[in-house]
């Protein structure tokens, strides 16, 4: 497929999975900046909601099609470049590995998604010392569950699920990212940090770090 343009911020923790995946299937795609902040946000511009009405990144232009959210796109490049699987092949195992990454993308990312802390700040008035204790709070919550999850199974590999990487640690490695350069404390997820430093070993998570995006 030619004509893969990734609207995407640097810092976007969404995006950022998207970019692993892509990596991972080694396609060939383009970076279109969205910059979340500058001007007031361009995500807001008329432009960019004709492309995605809800003002959010990733969006994932092809050919054909136009999509949205992160989990919808990595799904449709899966089905679309089935190699390699980021599912596994059994329903068990798809089950587990979407339950892992469920709890960053559902219970973690979506409360310190930058457009809540914006709120936080613009609305509660909460100080930059509130809402980091906020963020830090909530990726204590879900890496509570998600270290347990993972030292618990025997499912559990060099990766979240076995010994290739999955959609569970396409959501993992940049909530890690996030929790690092929030100054969380990751002591007590030994699991979780033996995983990170396996992914960042690979290619695909290398390339799709933050510092090494265009639009940085």
């Given amino acids: 497929m030619s004509g893969l343009a990734l609207h995407s911020y640097w810092r976007s923790s969404a995006a950022y999975r998207v970019r ?8 060939d795609w383009r970076t279109a900046g969205v910059h979340l902040v500058r ?52 329903a068990a195992g798809r089950a587990r590995v979407r339950a892992l990454a469920q709890i960053v993308a559902c219970d973690i990312h979506p409360l310190n998604n930058l457009r809540v802390l914006q709120w936080l700040r613009n609305h509660l008035g909460a100080d930059k010392g509130q809402r980091n204790q906020w963020y830090r709070h909530w990726i204590s919550e879900g890496f509570n569950a998600l270290e347990a999850l993972l030292r618990n199974s025997r499912a559990t590999g060099r ?22 350069r929030y100054e969380c404390d990751l002591e007590a997820y030994p699991e979780i940090r033996r995983i990170n430093t396996a992914c960042l070993e690979l290619d695909a998570f290398a390339k ?9």
């Fill in 20 to 27: 692993i995946a892509l990596g991972l299937k080694e396609l």
């Fill in 159 to 180: 990766y979240c699920h076995g010994d290739t990487p999955s959609l569970a640690d396409l959501c993992l490695i940049p909530q890690v990212y996030n929790a690092i």
């Fill in 39 to 90: 001007d007031g946000g361009e995500q807001h511009s008329d432009t960019y909601r004709r492309l995605n009405p809800q003002g959010l990144v990733p969006t994932l232009e092809t050919d054909a099609v136009v999509l949205t959210q992160s989990m919808a796109i990595i799904e449709y490049l899966d089905e679309r470049f089935p190699e390699p699987p980021l599912l596994p092949a059994d």
């Fill in 208 to 216: 799709a770090v933050p510092e090494a995006q265009p639009d940085a």
